[in-house]
Nanobody, 126 residues
Framework: QEQLVESGGGLVQAGGSLRLSCAAS????????IGWFRQAPGKEREFLAA????????LYADSVKARFTISGDSALNTVYLQMNSLKPEDTAVYYC???????????????????WGQGTQVTVSS
């Protein structure tokens, strides 16, 4: 089954850092834009960051662009999300997904992405 697998979540104190990983399982996603999203309890899933398949273009939500960095390792078929200066409001389940289209600009809407992973929990304590 074609799927992305997230890892790297955990419990961290406010101000701390985590690096999340998104690895492909079943096939390569090297020709797809990859996005990171999160969903807190009782809230809708929200876009955080995305990276073009080439790695040449990145896009961030305003709420995280000063603190989060998306990057990738093509050889490992893995995309990362480095999260710094974490806040309690960053607590959520974090997901990665692949854009359903292999063409066009980076998109940010949840409906435009598929092959969702199972998510990884990030908990930031105050």
């Amino acid at each position: 089954q074609e799927q992305l697998v997230e890892s790297g979540g955990g419990l961290v104190q406010a101000g701390g850092s985590l690096r999340l990983s998104c690895a492909a399982s079943g096939r390569t996603f090297s020709n797809y834009h990859i996005g990171w999203f999160r969903q807190a309890p009782g809230k809708e899933r929200e876009f955080l960051a995305a990276r073009s398949w080439s790695g040449g273009t990145t896009l961030y939500a305003d709420s995280v662009k000063a603190r989060f960095t998306i990057s990738g390792d093509s050889a490992l078929n893995t995309v990362y999300l480095q999260m710094n200066s974490l806040k309690p409001e960053d607590t959520a389940v974090y997901y990665c997904a692949a854009d359903r289209s292999r063409w066009g600009p980076i998109r940010t809407e949840v409906v435009d992405f598929g092959s969702w992973g199972q998510g990884t929990q990030v908990t930031v304590s105050s």
